[in-house]
């Protein structure tokens, strides 16, 4: 089963930076997608950044510029570096994976799926 996890979260005043972390595990040999959603209080989740298998990556509008996605393959971990934050980056940050599918690769069989972690706050004081 894959597990996703989330760290590096805080509370940091306008302007400061954050790194967060998003490790998984249990992949299989199928190819996995990573991104990056946050959800501020009464408001709906909404898509941050996301960094696909082939390494490229694709950020709202909201963040281009000061939110930059890495990832580890090594160790099936994201992160995702935040600079130059803003009071409205304030929101739980959760990181999903996607199994991509379906599909047949390296000899099996992938069907498509999406595990959520718990998510991480992240508070931005003006």
């Known amino acids: 089963q894959v597990q996703v996890v989330e760290s590096g979260g805080g509370s940091v005043q306008a302007g400061g930076s954050l790194r967060l972390s998003c490790a998984a595990s249990g992949y299989t040999y199928c190819r996995y997608d990573m991104s990056w959603y946050r959800q501020a209080p009464g408001k709906e989740r909404e898509f941050v950044a996301s960094?696909?298998?082939?390494?490229?990556?694709k950020y709202a509008d909201s963040v281009k510029g000061r939110f930059t996605a890495s990832q580890d393959n090594a160790k099936n971990t994201v992160y995702l570096q935040m600079n130059s934050l803003k009071p409205e980056d304030t929101g739980m940050y959760y990181c999903?994976?996607?199994?991509?599918?379906?599909?047949?690769?390296?000899?099996?069989?992938?069907?498509?799926?999406?595990?959520w972690g718990q998510g991480t706050q992240v508070t931005v004081s003006s």
């Open positions: 999903k994976t996607d199994r991509i599918g379906p599909e047949a690769y390296r000899g099996g069989w992938c069907p498509s799926a999406q595990y």
């Open positions: 960094i696909d298998n082939d390494g490229s990556t």
